[in-house]
């Protein structure tokens, strides 16, 4: 069964930039069956979708974000990565890395989340 | 784009039936046969209930439906249970990817 684990700092200084990876087991990266997403929910609050990238490295971001996001794949790693740009408070959520099936257009498994802070 | 709306909450008895409902536009779920459910409880991942509008993952109770009227679709959970108590959310396609504001069910 596959299994999604995020992994980084849980402490971001505003204005920086937040970096997470994914690292995939039990399933692959290069599966052409597959996009890899990241998902967000602010403490308290409801889900949002940042975007998610093929294993071609073709990626589609959610447009609130596309100017401070970028989010690579490293097929040798079976990893890929989430990079949000100078962040601020109203970034601190649990960041979700998720397997998104492309016909279903739909995250069908979900890494635990990890807690991102944006605090100086 | 804009989040789906969905009730912020919703309640029933054990053994009952409720009807979550998601409303979007022409432009998301109207548009599309690919709308997704999800249930969260507290402190936990979402886990997916339904995809495609109404087809059900293995493993996932066949007390969960799910349908779709023009430009809002519908989560039922049938025959009530307390581990039924959390959270949902529908998601649909969008050319990206559009979730609702989540509503909170309880099981009185």
């Known amino acids: 069964q596959v299994q999604l684990q995020e992994s980084g700092p849980g402490l971001v200084k505003p204005s920086e930039t937040l970096s997470l990876t994914c690292t995939v087991s039990g399933g692959s990266v290069s599966s052409g069956s597959y996009y890899w997403s990241w998902i967000r929910q602010p403490p308290g609050k409801g889900l949002e979708w940042i975007g998610y990238?093929?294993?071609?490295?073709?990626?589609n971001y959610n447009p609130s974000l596309k100017s401070r996001v970028t989010i690579s794949v490293d097929t040798s790693k079976n990893q890929f990565s989430l990079k949000l740009s100078s962040v601020t408070a109203a970034d601190t959520a649990v960041y979700y890395c998720?397997?998104?099936?492309?016909?279903?257009?739909?995250?069908?498994?979900w890494g635990q989340g990890t807690l991102v802070t944006v605090s100086s | 784009q804009s989040a789906l709306t969905q009730p912020a909450s919703v309640s029933g008895s054990p053994g009952q039936s409720i009807t979550i409902s998601c409303t979007g536009t022409?432009?998301?779920?109207?548009?599309?046969?690919?709308v997704s459910w999800y249930q969260q409880h507290p402190g936990k991942a979402p886990k997916l209930m339904i995809y495609e509008g109404s087809k059900r993952p293995s493993g996932v109770s066949n007390r969960f439906s799910g349908s779709k009227s023009g430009n809002t679709a519908s989560l039922t959970i049938s025959g009530l249970q307390a581990e039924d108590e959390a959270d949902y959310y529908c998601?649909?396609?969008?050319?990206?990817?559009?979730f609702g504001g989540g509503t909170k069910l309880t099981v009185l």
């Open positions: 022409s432009s998301d779920v109207g548009s599309y046969n690919l």
């Open positions: 998720a397997r998104d099936v492309r016909t279903a257009m739909a995250p069908d498994y």
């Open positions: 990238i093929y294993y071609s490295g073709s990626t």
């Open positions: 998601c649909s396609y969008a050319g990206s990817r559009v």
